[in-house]
Nanobody, 111 residues
Framework: QVQLVESGGGLVQPGGSLRLSCTTS????????VAWYRQAPGKERELVAE???????TYADSVKDRFTISRDNAKNTVYLRMNSLKPEDTAVYYC?????WGQGTQVTVSS
């Protein structure tokens, strides 16, 4: 059974930083596109960042120049580095590898 294990969420003040991690088995990670989504209360799930086949990466306009998606192939892990966090970044963040989803990790930005 494939599992995606997320970690790194929490409560942070505006302007702060967090790094989310998502780890899975090597069998699905190798060569896979990876992505992070988020869903705020009362809103639809939206794409935050995506890394496609080791080539291009895309970001939502709202997070460009603040968030960075990266991967460590040796650890079968994808990361989302989030800087200059804003209250509107508050959401449950989900990683996606191929068609598999993580369980979500809560990020709350509040003073």
């Amino acid at each position: 059974q494939v599992q995606l294990v997320e970690s790194g969420g929490g409560l942070v003040q505006p302007g702060g930083s967090l790094r989310l991690s998502c780890t899975t088995s090597g069998s699905i990670f190798s060569g896979a596109s990876v992505a992070w989504y988020r869903q705020a209360p009362g809103k639809e799930r939206e794409l935050v960042a995506e890394s496609i086949f080791y080539s291009r990466t895309t970001y939502a306009d709202s997070v460009k120049d603040r968030f960075t998606i990266s991967r460590d192939n040796a650890k079968n892990t994808v990361y989302l580095r989030m800087n200059s966090l804003k209250p509107e970044d508050t959401a449950v963040y989900y990683c996606k590898i191929r068609h598999y989803w993580g369980q979500g990790t809560q990020v709350t930005v509040s003073s």
